[in-house]
């Protein structure tokens, strides 16, 4: 099973995501903003990193574009969480290397259904 | 797998109401308006509401997350400086955070909820983005999520020519392919006569091509949901093979907009329930906000210090033990040297580690602070008044239950200092005085006791009419009454001098419903007032509820403990110092003060083993109002009491504020300073 790094600045929201990932078998290492993730995803690589976009400290477009700098996360599906209205934050995602996104609000089968695209 | 998402609904209410406290009070300082260095406090606004925004539909908020859409949009906006914050904008946001309160609130105890409100709110808020040249609509964005009814048969063909970059976002033509196939049986043709040379070959490059035929009952939508993240990095071609080209997606398109629709008509929740008055959202909102009793913040310092200390206490312990270990013969005067130091150090690990446990209670005033500037401001526009708020000492510590139970009786203070205090700006132009009245919120340590002043530079308060008002009530005046006395008379129970009952202070609870609630909290209130210079308001407060430190004291055979912070001094009376003054008892001459005598021993009727007044100790307390000369028969020992409140052990005693457990396990009993030094 996969172990992913998932980054949100609300407790609830990562408190769901982290929860539904584990039921379904998943090691799941929580940030609560942008510095945090980049300092565990140095410290301990992970095969997949859902973040948020807007975060205190770096945000999610930024996250992104420091992880793909690294060697290990290359080619490491990163989803970002938007929200339906941000078509423009998607594309800044993508150019900034973002594998993905999944729209809020999601319920955890969309959750569990979307990382299935991207850990085969 | 079935995941009931309201186990986190909880932790989402918490977090969003923290986020709309934050919003509030980042709108209300007025920095927030000044365009040149606003940036950072518009990202935070921005960012709660995005917040509350994005996890609204997850935990069933569907339609706090529309109405907050809105919100957003017009921060965005303001964040990207594509249209200044006005005084307008901020006043309709700080209503906005307040319908989204009501929102949460009535969600999450089942209340009905002022539909009509919300929608005016929502309007003015639409109105609001509209008003702006060009850009989108602010119609707030409906879920649209695609539940179209799945299609007969059909067969697609799919051409998909990836970009050589692909690879780059971590995303994999593989599993691409695997998720079509879970849509059908797909028939797969790989074309990889782009491949180079090994030589020339990069190996992160994707150089493969592949047309693809897809049979089973998906519709167009499903098949480019496929590729959705891939858009812009490949070429892609989807045709349908198996009917004249109907147009699939056209249809779902409009299935998925009849969907919205039925969302949107349910989406107001309880829409004709009972609807609540503003009054009664206002008193929602304030108890919501006490509502999370149950949890603490703690500051991570505070929970270092407290692992600091226990590996001290650990230290401590081990230093004790190996002195314990010291064979009964080799036990020398240097050991006892050693145990007495070793105690010595463990007397003040407690000490300390009490003092850590108790301060994780502790929480700022701001706490109580912060709500004041809204209130302040709400109240002085809607009663026309101009008012200046100064808070100082936001960051002194009180222990959290005090500090919950304050909230009320100091948010009535602060009404009445605007509605009754302050004058309107012509009258206060008239008398002299500047156009805004100046209320001034203030808490400091003040010896044992947290003091914390509500003062307005307002009217005053007016004798003559509290005599009236009193006489007319038939309640019960002292002759002559002082000033103080006079002011007293406000907090007799059934008084109230409003003129007429506003709108504002006339909610049925009075200063004597304040008063009560602080003398709950071991609280006392104090009023001082002058005519046309405004009213000074003070509570005080003891600093925590549970530790004392006080004097042992005997009288007979009985130990009472004296509040240290209310000792003045101790001191062994000579004869000639004492007097007897007709009509006062006992006094004892203080260096020229006359201060009654109290003898413990006559007080609660108990043998004194002192014959002569030489033989004794008077032990000189101070408390708000007065001051007094306890005397007893000896001074035994300083040390920290844990108290006991008799009442619910016994029951209340004059003279008596608690009861405590001494070091060799008998009670003693703790003097109520004040009312002893009333005694006389």
């Not at chain 2, 995303?171 to 028939?187: E, H, S």
Request: hydrophobic share 40%; net charge negative.
């Amino acid at each position: 099973m996969a172990k992913i790094l998932a980054v949100d600045d609300s407790a609830s929201l990562r408190q769901m995501v982290s929860f539904t990932l584990k039921e379904a078998g998943h090691e799941v290492v929580e940030a609560a903003d942008g510095v945090e993730a980049l300092e565990l995803a140095r410290s301990a690589p992970a095969d997949l990193v859902i973040s948020d976009v807007n975060m205190p400290r770096m945000d999610g477009i930024s996250l992104v574009r420091e992880l793909r700098g690294l060697p290990e996360y290359k080619f490491t599906p990163i989803l970002l969480l938007t929200t339906e209205t941000s078509d423009a934050k998607k594309q800044e995602g993508k150019a900034a290397g973002a594998t993905g996104w999944l729209v809020k609000p999601f319920d955890p089968e969309a959750l569990l259904t979307t990382i299935k695209r991207v850990l085969g | 797998m079935g995941i009931d998402v309201s186990q986190f609904v909880q932790a989402f209410l918490e977090e969003s109401f923290e986020g709309l406290d934050l919003m509030e009070s980042e709108l209300l300082d007025d920095e927030i308006l000044d365009s040149s260095c606003n940036g950072e406090r518009i990202n935070t606004i921005f960012r709660a509401a995005h917040s509350i925004k994005g996890s609204a539909g997850t935990f069933g908020f569907g339609f706090v997350g529309e109405f907050t859409h809105g919100v957003e949009t017009l921060l965005d906006r303001i964040r990207s400086g594509q249209r200044p914050l006005t005084e307008d904008a901020r006043a309709l946001l700080l209503e906005a955070v307040d319908r989204i309160r009501d929102m949460l609130i009535a969600a999450r105890d089942k209340s009905p909820l002022d539909n009509e409100a919300i929608e005016r709110t929502r309007k003015a808020i639409d109105a609001m983005l509209e008003s702006e040249p060009g850009d989108a609509p602010a119609a707030a964005a409906r879920e649209s999520r695609e539940k179209s009814a799945a299609p007969a048969e059909s067969r697609w063909r799919i051409r998909f020519s990836p970009h050589r970059s692909l690879f780059a976002t971590g995303n994999d033509p593989l599993r691409i392919l695997g998720f079509l196939r879970d849509l059908g049986t797909l028939a797969i043709e790989c074309d990889d006569s782009a491949l180079p040379k090994l030589a020339e070959l990069e190996p992160e490059s994707c150089y493969l091509r592949w047309t693809l035929e897809l049979e089973g009952p998906a519709t167009e939508a499903q098949v480019r949901e496929a590729f959705e993240w891939v858009e812009d990095q490949c070429d892609l071609e989807i045709t349908r093979i198996d009917a004249p080209a109907a147009d699939t997606s056209r249809d779902s398109e409009a299935a998925a907009d009849a969907s919205s629709l039925e969302g949107a008509a349910d989406e107001p929740a309880s829409t004709d329930a009972a609807r609540a008055g503003r009054a009664d959202q206002d008193r929602r909102r304030a108890a919501d906000r006490r509502n999370d009793a149950g949890s603490i913040r703690v500051a991570v310092e505070k929970i270092d210090q407290l692992v600091n200390l226990v590996g001290e206490l650990v230290i401590s312990q081990a230093m004790l033990e190996t002195i314990a270990r010291t064979d009964f013969e080799d036990f020398d005067a240097v050991h006892l040297e050693r145990l007495r130091q070793g105690l010595a150090q463990l007397e003040r690990n407690t000490r300390e580690l009490q003092e850590a446990v108790l301060g994780v209670r502790m929480i700022p005033i701001n706490f109580v602070f912060s709500r004041l500037p809204r209130l302040v401001r709400d109240l002085a526009s809607t009663l026309g008044k101009e008012v200046n708020l100064v808070l100082e000492g936001e960051d002194t510590e009180l222990d959290k239950g005090v500090i919950e139970k304050l909230a009320d009786p100091l948010t009535h203070m602060v009404r009445n200092a605007i509605d009754h205090g302050i004058e309107k700006p012509d009258a206060r132009v008239r008398a002299g005085k500047p156009r805004a009245g100046t209320l001034k919120i203030r808490a400091a340590h003040q010896g044992g006791n947290i003091v914390i002043e509500v003062s307005d530079d307002g009217a005053g308060l007016n004798r003559e009419r509290i005599l009236a008002k009193a006489a007319e009530r038939g309640l019960n005046v002292p002759e002559n009454p002082s000033d103080r006395e006079v002011w007293q008379l406000i907090c007799t129970p059934g008084f109230s001098t409003a003129e007429k009952i506003t709108d504002i202070s006339g909610r049925g609870v009075g200063m004597d419903v304040v008063r009560q609630n602080i003398e709950a909290i071991k609280g006392r209130l104090e009023i001082d007032s002058t005519p046309g210079h405004g009213t000074r308001m003070t509570i005080r407060l003891p600093l925590t509820l549970a530790i004392l430190d006080g004097m042992s004291v005997r009288v007979g055979d009985e130990i009472f403990i004296v509040p240290l912070t209310a000792i003045l001094e101790s001191l062994q009376p000579k004869a000639d110092q004492v007097y007897t003054i007709s009509g006062r008892g006992r006094v004892l001459n203080l260096r020229g003060d006359y201060v009654p005598l109290v003898s413990l021993s006559d007080v609660f009727h108990l043998p004194s083993s002192r014959e002569q007044i030489e033989d004794g100790i008077c032990v000189v307390v101070e408390s708000a109002e007065d001051r007094a000369a306890l005397f007893v028969d000896e001074l035994i020992a300083q040390h920290q009491v844990v108290i006991k409140s008799l009442e619910t052990n016994y029951r209340r005693v004059p003279g008596i504020s608690g009861a405590t457990i001494l070091g060799d396990g008998r009670v003693a009993l703790i003097l109520d300073v004040d009312m002893l030094t009333q005694m006389h």
